[in-house]
């Protein structure tokens, strides 16, 4: 649903740029400060953390919105990859309509975008990094971040 209304944005911005692009920029600060009150709910994750080696410990608070809760958080991060792509073809349009203000707010918010997705949906993110690129030094991290995954699924399926 908000990426339906990622593209009506940006449809809209072509027809009314500064009303649409304005809009857009007020959607994004909601829509960021939510995660950012969701970051800030104290939900415990594991009932017995103290079992976690050091590196689970670090994924865990690295990534603790995504192990809170995981189908928001993949669906928040899928939201924010539209984000960046609207960035894409937004910036240049309001540039050239010299709309300078919002311009700046939705190119600046293209680096935070990447951070919040990374964050969000880390499982994809790391699996992508190490399997595919090649980056090594993230392979603990990523073998953390499935341990943890793997402890929730087994105490979810303890309790049915």
Known sequence: MLKVLII??????????????????????????????????????LRNPDELSLSERAALKKYHLYF????AASSFSSTLSSVQLATIVLVPWLLYKQIWIQA?????????????????????????AVEK??????????????????RIKSV????E
């Open 8 to 45: 009506a944005f940006v449809v809209l911005t072509f027809i009314y740029p500064t009303n649409a692009s304005l809009s857009y920029v007020i959607f994004l600060m909601l829509f960021e400060g939510y995660i950012f009150l969701l970051n800030k709910i104290d939900k415990p994750i």
């Open 156 to 159: 979810e399926f303890d309790d």
């Open 68 to 71: 809170k809760y995981p189908f």
């Open 104 to 128: 700046g707010m939705i190119l600046s918010n293209y680096i935070f975008a990447a951070y919040l997705a990374q964050r969000l949906n880390p499982i994809f993110f790391l699996h992508n």
């Open 133 to 150: 690129r090649g980056n090594e030094f993230l392979r603990e991290e990523m073998m953390a971040v499935d341990s943890i995954c793997n």
